[in-house]
C-alpha cells in the first residue's frame, strides 16, 4: 500500500509542472486550481483597480474675469467650479451647484453655517487657502463658471491643478484637495468636507 502512495505521489511530482505549463485548460478534476496570472493588486479584493486619472493643461482653463486662475464645469454643466487667486490672498476654490441637489446643509440650529443666511447659502462648497471648507454662503458668483457658457469641461477621469489645490473629476464627483490636506468631494447626489 505505502509503495503505491509513494508511485502516485512521484508522478504528480513529474507530471504536475509539465500539466500546468500546457497552453490548453486543464480539467479542473485533474489537477488544483492554476493560477495564471497574480491580480495586479490584491489589497481591493475582487473589486476592479479605480481607473488612471489624467492631469489636463491649465492653461485650456483659464479664468477671464474674476481673478487668476482656472474655472471648469462638469459634463453635464451642473458643477461650476474654479480655483482662483485675486492678489496676495490665498486662493478661493470651490464649486458651485446648479440644479437643487438631493442633498441640504443643516440650517436649523445658530451653530449651523447656514443658519440664518441673509444671502443664498449651501448651493455649493468653497474654501479659501488652508481653511476646512464651508458650505457656500454667497449671493453673487464666484468664479467665471457661474455665468459664462465658454468654460472648459473637466471631463471624467481628469484633474486640474492650480495655486496649491488639485481638482478631480472621477466620474461621479468633483473632488479639490489643497496641499494642508483639506478639501472637499461634490456631486448632485452627495457631499464630504474635510
Not at 488652508?130 to 467665471?144: C, I, N, V
Not at 491643478?161 to 478639501?183: F, M
Amino acid at each position: 500500500m505505502q509503495h503505491r502512495f509513494i508511485g502516485a505521489a512521484a508522478a504528480a511530482v513529474v507530471l504536475l509542472p509539465l500539466l500546468t505549463s500546457c497552453s490548453s485548460p486543464v480539467p479542473a478534476d485533474t489537477v488544483g486550481p492554476v493560477i495564471t496570472a497574480a491580480p495586479a493588486d490584491l489589497s481591493h479584493g475582487n473589486q476592479a483597480a479605480p481607473p488612471a486619472i489624467y492631469p489636463v493643461d491649465p492653461a485650456a482653463y483659464t479664468a477671464h474675469e474674476l481673478g487668476v486662475g482656472v474655472t471648469f464645469v462638469s459634463p453635464d454643466r451642473n458643477l461650476r467650479c474654479g480655483i482662483t487667486v485675486t492678489g496676495d490672498s490665498a486662493p478661493l476654490y470651490g464649486c458651485a451647484i446648479g440644479r437643487e441637489p438631493a442633498w441640504k446643509f443643516p440650517r436649523e440650529k445658530p451653530g449651523d453655517y447656514c443658519y440664518a443666511a441673509d444671502v443664498p447659502c449651501g448651493y455649493g462648497i468653497e474654501a479659501s487657502g488652508a481653511e476646512t471648507p464651508h458650505p457656500r454662503k454667497r449671493d453673487g458668483a464666484a468664479f467665471d463658471s457661474e455665468y459664462r457658457t465658454d468654460i472648459g469641461v473637466l471631463e471624467a477621469n481628469t484633474s486640474i491643478s492650480y495655486a496649491d489645490v488639485v481638482c478631480t473629476n472621477d466620474s461621479e464627483k468633483i473632488s479639490c484637495l489643497h496641499t494642508s490636506g483639506h478639501g472637499f468631494a461634490i456631486s448632485h447626489v452627495d457631499n464630504d468636507i474635510w
